[in-house]
């Protein structure tokens, strides 16, 4: 079993209030659970308006497949044209991976 992790570190365009942001991200969380069927949630930068941070996570069999879901995931986001991607973390742990 392997468990897959992306984070986003994003920087939004014309955003100028809490309300905005949630309408920029909120569709972006939707579609990546909807295309990739994987976890996503905004999970930090709560309170800044202009920054966000999203994390997705998914647990595959096999490790190829979880890196592959991931950077399309990373895809997806990096072509929206309101969102600018500062940095991404893409990590997967295997099962049999030391503590």
């Known amino acids: 079993m392997y468990v897959g992790s992306l984070t986003l570190d994003l920087l939004l365009g014309d955003v ?6 949630r309408s920029v991200i ?36 096999e490790s190829g497949q979880c890196r592959e879901v991931l950077e399309s995931c990373e895809r997806l986001v990096a072509g929206r044209p309101e969102l600018q991607v500062l940095s991404a973390r893409l990590r997967v742990w295997s099962d049999t991976d030391d503590d």
């Open 26 to 61: 909120k569709p972006v969380v939707a579609e990546l659970r909807r295309k990739f069927e994987v976890h996503a949630a905004e999970t930090g930068d709560a309170n800044l308006h202009r920054r966000a941070e999203i994390g997705v996570a998914l647990v595959s069999s």
């Open 16 to 21: 100028h209030s809490l309300k905005e942001k």
